[in-house]
């Protein structure tokens, strides 16, 4: 059992290859860690990498909304990466509209996303 | 319970961001999943990033000395990162030599490494 993720930084890019569920502790642990590491040195990106994990409940969805929100107050644009075709099957089944976050279907694409926003805002 | 170690690629170099304790099992389905990516489509360099570990058993450590020498039949040179300072105090003080693999302070730093090769050997 973990007690906390890391959270990888590739220069100005955060990046945290999520592969446990995240139970309520690591959720905020996480968070705060996020936010700590934010607030420590910028970051134009985070990637939330979830291409591990099989199943997705809406709390730890939902929780990616918060993170996404709250690095977005920190100036930090964040892209969820990796979903499985299952998992996005049962969200929106489960009516969790994906509005919240950004995604992209892998990694790379979303380095690269992030990458090309920098010509767009920067 | 994780049962296997996402291989997150990033262009030409694969990313192991390892969490857990690798129990026998996990070891293994690792090694496997990284030739297999490596079979799949090549690439320079495999960074094992091993930042979120507190402890490290000589186990392990034996299996990244393994894990980088299968990468490297296969053309692909392998970093450590993110030792502890306990970490490395350990497994010197357990006579374990970190020749078997290549290590780097953090992430960025490995990924720099495997920049620079570029020039000198490609």
Redo the contacts between chains.
């Keep these: 059992m973990?007690d906390?993720?890391?959270i990888?930084?590739?220069?100005d890019l955060l990046?945290v290859?999520i592969?446990?569920d995240l139970h309520d502790i690591l959720v905020e642990q996480l968070q705060s860690d996020i936010l700590k590491e934010l607030e420590r040195k910028s970051a134009r990106g985070l990637v939330l990498?979830i291409?591990?994990l099989n199943i997705l409940d809406t709390y730890t969805a939902r929780a990616f909304v918060h993170t996404a929100q709250m690095a977005r107050l920190m100036g930090t644009r964040t892209i969820v990466s990796?979903m499985t075709p299952a998992i996005a099957m049962t969200l929106t089944e489960m009516g969790f509209s994906a509005g919240g976050f950004e995604t992209a279907l892998?990694?790379?694409s979303a380095?690269t996303a992030l990458s090309t926003q920098d010509a767009d805002e920067d």
Excluded: Y
């Design positions: 973990i906390r993720i890391p990888l930084r590739i220069r990046l290859s592969q446990a990498d291409s591990a990796g892998d990694l790379e380095l």
